[in-house]
Nanobody, 126 residues
Framework: QLQLVESGGGLVQPGGSLRLSCAAS????????IGWFRQAPGKEREGVSC????????NYADSVKGRFTISRDNAKNTVYLEMNSLKPEDTAVYYC???????????????????WGQGTQVTVSS
């Protein structure tokens, strides 16, 4: 059974850093692209970043470019999201999801992702 489990969320001050992890099981993760999404209270879920199955291609939402870095370790079936220079507006539940293909799309669209984790809360506040 395909499963994605996020971890690493928490409370951090503005300007701080967190690293989220997405552990995959039930499939060979290097065959699929993995995306990170987030949903703030009262807002729609939005795409944050995507990494291809090989790890050789990534893309980011404009709001996180230069601050967030996505990476993966296929030997561990795990994808990471390193978040630096965090802002209060980054506060949200963060989800990882598997795409239907081993490559990322030009944009990070929810409809292209089939399996989702349960989410991990990130709160940026002083």
């Amino acid at each position: 059974q395909l499963q994605l489990v996020e971890s690493g969320g928490g409370l951090v001050q503005p300007g701080g850093s967190l690293r989220l992890s997405c552990a995959a099981s039930g499939f060979t993760s290097d065959y699929v692209a993995i995306g990170w999404f987030r949903q703030a209270p009262g807002k729609e879920r939005e795409g944050v970043s995507c990494i291809s199955g090989s790890g050789g291609s990534t893309n980011y939402a404009d709001s996180v470019k230069g601050r967030f870095t996505i990476s993966r370790d296929n030997a561990k079936n795990t994808v990471y999201l390193e978040m630096n220079s965090l802002k209060p507006e980054d506060t949200a539940v963060y989800y990882c999801a598997s795409r239907w293909a081993p490559y990322c799309g030009a944009t990070i669209l929810l409809d292209e992702y089939a399996y989702w984790g349960q989410g991990t809360q990130v709160t940026v506040s002083s």
